[in-house]
């Protein structure tokens, strides 16, 4: 890591701090220290920088306040993963009451192209227009039957390769354990849009129910560091018999 010494004694107003703050923060956004890893201790930060060891504490609690790094006592400070609950980020949750037991869902990978981005995704993920966007549908099955129909869309530039990801990663990892594991990408909060809707022709055949039945329509805006949205995803789910279950922490 280069030293920011040199930038003590010039005349730019910019507080040390925050000069070694956002030096840090590219850091752990270029991938050097992925989710999980310990950064250097402080002292070393100190002895690197040339600076007080003050300084540093005051860039690195900055970093903790905003959920990039998080401490653990004894042990150090440590680059940040998902933030959310593990437990709130299965986004399908099927309950028929509150004592009922969540059946476990079997997910299938319909298809997974690369097509350009178009509005309001383009919009909603902050793209310049003619983007590539990874689509990727999905069928979340119950018991019996499908009861989730699931289209994500990925902005390309941000994750390389991911049509290369074997079938199995998108059937045996949630979609974000895979986005961070491979791009050192953590989700750090989520947005949703919850409405009923009618069930089209597609819809329809996925979920093996009749065209223009009732569906929850759910809309999700997922954003890692910066507040950078990352995927747009659009679920139909089928909730006759069960109720969606959301466990707010």
């Known amino acids: 890591m280069p030293s920011i010494a040199r930038n003590i004694a010039d005349q730019d107003p910019t507080p040390v701090y925050f000069k070694l703050q956002m030096q840090l923060l590219k850091e752990i956004e270029n991938g050097r220290w992925p989710p999980g890893q310990r950064i250097p201790p402080e ?18 609690l900055n970093l903790v306040n905003e959920g990039y790094l998080y401490r653990i006592q004894g042990k150090g400070t440590f680059v940040a993963g998902n933030t959310l609950d593990p437990e709130s980020l299965r986004y399908y949750r099927f309950l028929e009451s509150f004592e009922d037991e969540e059946i476990e869902l079997q997910i299938k990978l319909l298809n997974l192209i690369i097509t350009k981005s178009s509005e309001p995704i383009n919009s909603l993920l902050r793209l310049k227009p003619n983007q590539n966007l990874y689509e990727i549908r999905r069928a979340f099955w119950g018991v019996e039957k499908p009861i989730v129909y699931s289209i994500s869309y990925l902005p390309q530039k941000m994750f390389p390769d991911l049509a290369g990801f074997p079938k199995q990663k998108f059937e045996n990892v949630p979609l974000y354990i895979a986005l961070e594991e491979s791009y050192g990408l953590p989700t750090i909060f989520n947005r949703e849009l919850i ?45 006759h018999t069960r109720s969606l279950f959301r466990e707010l922490m």
């Open 43 to 60: 002292r070393i930060l100190a002895e690197t920088h040339k600076i007080s060891i003050g300084t540093v504490k005051k860039a690195i």
């Open 195 to 239: 409405k009923t809707a009618r069930a089209d022709k597609d819809t329809a055949e996925v979920l093996a129910i009749r065209k223009g039945s009732p569906v929850l329509f759910v809309e999700m805006l997922s954003f890692t560091y910066k507040q950078k949205p990352y995927e747009y995803r659009k679920s139909y789910c089928v909730t």
